[in-house]
């Protein structure tokens, strides 16, 4: 059951922004942005939480994911530094999957060979 309620939810995240690209003149670059935005926001006031109890990885992997992702490490180190951890939070709650981001395009980068369309 847990595979299908992770299954709908994160399709269902998908299937909202497909309709943003196909019927919206929003661009692909704005609306990853609302999705972390969205993401951050529903982390920051708490809502989050019961959506990812519920969804497992229909809920974490997106990029509204991420935003949760970020809201928690701002509030933890805000919690352990004050106002230094709205700075410092975000960046090393997020830093594994950044930094694997960052290896991972490196390594295609060298592997393939870009082309012109």
Known sequence: ???LWAFLIGGTLCAIGQ???NYT????????????VTGVILGGIGWYEPILEFAGG????????????????VKKAVGEYGLLGVF?????????GITA???FGLLVA???????K
């Open 1 to 3: 059951m847990n595979f």
């Open 19 to 21: 309709i943003l690209i």
């Open 25 to 36: 003149k929003l661009t692909p670059a704005r609306i990853l942005v609302a999705y972390v």
């Open 58 to 73: 229909g809920a974490s992997v997106p990029l509204t994911g991420f935003g949760n992702l970020l809201a928690e490490g």
């Open 88 to 96: 410092l939070g975000g960046m090393s709650s997020a830093a594994g």
């Open 101 to 103: 981001a960052l290896i």
């Open 110 to 116: 060298l592997i393939f060979r870009p082309k012109e």
